[in-house]
């Protein structure tokens, strides 16, 4: 709960490059650094599902999300250039990351959401899979921009709460039903990456701080020498 409260505090620095420089930089360049080992794991889902699922819909869905890593790698480049010293290239930047977050998480949510409409019987594990592993791997590696951070994971979560009440709508199940279950399970499911994203911003934060005191600590040292 105190993790969670020290997250909303910080709202309204989320959108905020003021003093931010080196998050947003370090953002940028972690981004790109993972670029093929993010494309990798969809090559290998879209494969899998073309396999399963109608193919050209399942490669269509799946170039949408090449064409936001191609977004991303071309924010890195012009990102390069900034020093951290002017705040509006720096609110720029932050714009344009933003923007391309809700791409990018819209495109993998239409990739996911398009195997589970395909996926008529055995429930939807493996949409949720691959959903649930582009959550825990922006909370990983996004924590260090809470604002992009929850932009991400809320559009994720309209798509997890879509998969969740599509056969619901599309059956109307008995409550003792096998679907009311995955639906519950995928409310737990919300709530564990919404808690694991939080204490991933806490504990980067605190390294942050850390850094800053014996940062701080070393420059006291020098000037008594």
């Not at 998050?23 to 073309?50: E, G």
């Not at 019987?121 to 951070?149: D, E, K, R, V, W």
């Amino acid at each position: 709960m105190i993790s969670l409260k020290a997250f909303w505090e910080a709202r309204e620095h989320w959108l905020d490059p003021s003093g931010r420089e080196k998050q947003i930089k370090d953002y940028v360049v972690l981004l790109n650094q993972l670029v093929w080992q993010r494309q990798a794991s969809f090559f290998a889902a879209a494969m899998l599902a073309a396999i399963y699922f109608d193919p050209i819909s399942t490669m269509s869905a799946y170039m949408l999300v090449v064409l936001t890593e191609v977004l991303d790698v071309m924010l890195g480049r012009k990102s390069k250039a900034w020093d951290g010293q002017d705040p509006v290239v720096g609110r720029h930047i932050l714009i344009h990351i933003a923007i391309n977050t809700v791409i990018s998480a819209a495109a993998i949510s239409v990739f996911v959401v398009n195997i589970a409409v395909q996926q008529t019987s055995g429930g939807h594990f493996t949409p949720l899979f691959f959903l649930f592993s582009a959550s825990l791997f922006a909370a990983m590696y996004n924590s260090l921009m809470p604002g992009i951070l929850l932009l991400r994971l809320s559009i994720y979560g309209c798509a997890f709460l879509f998969i969740a009440l599509l056969d619901i709508v599309l059956y109307s199940p008995p409550l003792s039903s096998p679907i009311w279950l995955e639906f519950f399970t995928i409310i737990f499911v919300l709530y564990f990456l919404a808690d694991t994203s939080v204490k991933f911003y806490v504990g980067y934060r605190d390294r942050v701080n850390q850094m800053k005191l014996i940062h701080e600590e070393n420059e006291r040292t020098k000037a008594a020498l």
